[in-house]
């Protein structure tokens, strides 16, 4: 049986600039997507200019861990190595690329593609990017009010949850427009977890919150450059004349993979807490 090969020696050891050579040149590799569904697909595509030299091998890692080859000398050109959570569409793969199926949890990390020419120069050329396992709300947040028909000076008493997530979204309520609570941001040691997130409103009403005698509440659901729920609720107001209760989804909205900076905070907390020392 093929075993996967643990890269000895340091980690940046495989970094090595091949900027002094004119071989090999433009290693880059290229995760589509990069935030990935829970068991959902995602395609690591490798690309490289060899000029005049010839391909030795592509060798594809998570972390320092080996699961994919291709050698076009060797037959099959293909190997794959054990490694837990992770599915090669050896069908699909080849030099360039490789096909994950049900992609689990535990991918959520680096990964690296490895080019080698072969003799005389026997030169390596790596690119890295990173991939977030994510798993999203089954549903919409939902709104609980403690009372019906609402006036200054009265307390408006709210409840907002929303169904498991992974990592939690953040919740914010919106009374016509005004943001008036929202969560705080989960401990990192949550961050990998798939849990419910709560809020709380207890707000003492005044005429200002009051929008020609309206009251509409929102609940958003938010994950930085991912997700983005809203429901909404319009409340007994005892300053409208005809009031009506009403609620509604304005809708999911998933940022593309391309959205740079919130993808990249989020990444970088869920990475610091919970990736390091995955191999």
């Known amino acids: 049986m093929l075993h996967g090969v643990q890269r000895e020696g340091e980690k940046n050891e495989k970094y090595k600039s091949v900027d002094h050579v004119i071989s090999l040149k433009d290693v880059k ?54 490694f837990d959570g992770i599915t090669v569409d050896v069908n699909s793969s080849n030099s360039t690329q490789v096909v994950l199926r049900n992609i689990e949890f535990n991918l959520s990390g680096n990964f690296s593609c490895e080019v080698t020419t072969d003799l005389p120069h026997m030169v390596i050329g790596v690119d890295e990017q990173n991939m977030m396992v994510i798993q999203l709300p089954e549903t919409s947040p939902k709104i ?38 929202e969560n705080n941001p989960h401990p990192y040691t949550k961050l990998q977890e798939r849990s419910w997130s709560d809020l709380s409103l207890d707000l003492p009403l005044d005429d200002f919150h009051f929008d020609n005698g309206r009251l ?31 609620s509604g989804l304005n809708g999911v909205k998933k940022a593309s993979v391309q959205t740079k900076l919130p993808y990249i905070l989020l990444c970088y907390f869920l990475f610091q807490s919970a990736i390091v020392g995955v191999v």
């Open 216 to 246: 509409v509440l929102h609940c958003i659901a938010v994950l930085p450059g991912i997700l983005h729920d809203e429901v909404q609720l319009e409340l007994e107001s005892a300053k409208n004349p005809l009031p009506q209760r009403v």
């Open 29 to 82: 590799l290229s995760i589509v997507p990069a935030i990935v569904q829970y068991l959902n697909d995602s395609t690591l595509q490798c690309s490289y200019d060899l000029e005049d030299d010839i391909l030795y091998s592509v060798k594809w890692y998570r972390g320092l861990r080996e699961f994919y080859r291709y050698t076009p000398s060797e037959h099959p050109k293909t190997k794959v190595f054990p």
């Open 144 to 181: 609980s009010v403690g009372r019906d028909v609402l006036d200054s000076g009265d307390i408006l008493r709210a409840n907002c949850s929303c169904p498991p997530s992974r990592p939690p979204v953040k919740l914010l309520f919106k009374l016509n427009n005004l943001t008036v609570a």
